[in-house]
């Protein structure tokens, strides 16, 4: 841990960073941008996730310190190192997340302590109940023997339904109140719809599908489920905004969401709108009832969030809106990157004439 510690002598600021927590940007040293420290320390848990990239590029791009706790492969993290200049991220590997002391060696010096860590489903050694409540409970602790300014935890849009059928979102529910019993004064929690991204499992569930069958199966059409997706960058942006925001001027939670409302109809076929996508057909529009087309999933958990839950919205909490980041539209990043799930799709599939249509399924069958 000693290691941690050099990072608030580095630069021209001997000064507990800590006493700037009030006002983090007013000291800048260095040429701008990643070559420069804005004298503000912060620990992100989850960084290697899906998610964490985003946070961790758009800190580095400010001149902001990092500290990453990870336990996964230490060669998975190593990619976050390009978005800080040298010196400005400390990567700890921390294969057991359970002790509580190791937990507060990390955030002692950090004036902001991110939380991003919550398993979207059962893991081989891992409950669900672990990964995101035991774990958030820890930190949590952690951060309250340390006296850290700022807590920052990362939940669902629908955590406010302790009735929902999906366990994830059940999770978030416990870990928020988990939270607010350990730090009810510091912390913030953001409350966040289903992301979309190059890599997010949203899209993923039902573009996998188009691609491989030709075909998705939604629960009552997919007319009942609303969602309103958000980017991932503007999720995290969001939480960058609110990491550079004076102590006073943060809200104690945040709902992040899309500009739009999208049915789970309307999203399948946005998505097989895009050009050369590999399937030319539609959703199925036969009534399927709930028992049945749950004995064909392949991800139970996957199919109550995305196909059975609704976003639950809770009225009068400031959103992206009101942090100065217009959201951006589902459609309007569609095209960009809904391709890479595509396994066989490659550019310039169109009807050559064979009566094949070029598609997918049409060039498996001819195998």
């Known amino acids: ?22 006002n983090p940007l007013l000291v800048t ?15 992100v848990f989850g960084a ?21 706790p990870h336990r996964c492969e230490p060669h998975r993290a190593l990619p976050l190192k390009v978005s800080s200049d040298l010196g400005q991220q400390h990567h700890v590997y921390m294969p057991d997340m359970n002790d509580v002391a190791e937990l507060e060696q990390l955030v002692r010096y950090s004036d902001v302590v ?3 860590t919550g398993a979207a489903e059962k893991e081989l050694h891992r409950t669900m109940l672990a990964s995101n409540v035991h774990l958030t409970h820890k930190i949590a602790r952690a951060c309250k023997n340390q006296n850290v300014p700022c807590f920052i935890h990362a939940s669902h849009i629908s955590a406010g339904d302790e009735k929902s059928p999906s366990e994830f979102i059940r999770m978030k529910g416990l870990s928020e109140k988990v939270v607010r019993h350990e730090l009810p004064e510091t912390s913030v929690i953001v409350r966040a719809a289903d992301v979309f991204s190059m890599e997010d499992t949203f899209t993923r569930y039902i573009s996998r599908r188009l691609t491989m069958r030709g075909r998705v199966k939604l629960y009552k059409h ?19 905004k609110i990491i550079q925001a004076k102590d006073q001027d943060r809200e104690p939670m945040y709902q992040f969401a899309g500009p739009e409302r999208y049915s ?28 049945r087309l749950y004995m064909r999933q392949c991800n139970r958990e996957q199919f109550f969030r995305y196909q059975v839950c609704s976003d639950h919205f809770t009225e009068g909490l400031p959103g992206l809106a009101e942090l100065g980041l217009p959201p951006t539209n589902f459609e309007e990043k569609t095209v960009g990157w809904v391709k890479t799930h595509g396994e066989f799709w490659k550019p ?7 009566g094949r249509d070029g598609t997918a399924m049409s060039r498996i069958k001819a195998r």
């Open 1 to 22: 841990m000693k290691m941690i510690r050099s990072l608030k002598l580095r630069g021209s600021l001997p000064v507990q960073c800590r006493a700037l927590s009030s």
């Open 29 to 43: 040293t260095g040429r701008g941008g990643r070559s420069s420290t804005n004298a503000q320390t912060v620990t």
């Open 48 to 68: 290697t996730g899906d998610l964490g990239k985003f946070l961790i590029n758009t800190l580095g791009a400010m001149g902001t310190q990092l500290i990453i």
């Open 114 to 116: 991110v939380n991003l």
């Open 222 to 240: 997919g007319l009942e489920t609303f969602h309103h997706q958000v980017f991932a960058p503007d999720f995290m942006r969001g939480i960058t």
């Open 264 to 291: 789970m109809n309307q999203t399948a076929e946005i998505i097989m709108g895009v050009p050369n996508f590999n399937t030319k057909s539609r959703p199925i529009r036969d009534f399927m009832t709930m028992k």
């Open 348 to 354: 310039g599939d169109q009807d050559d004439g064979s």
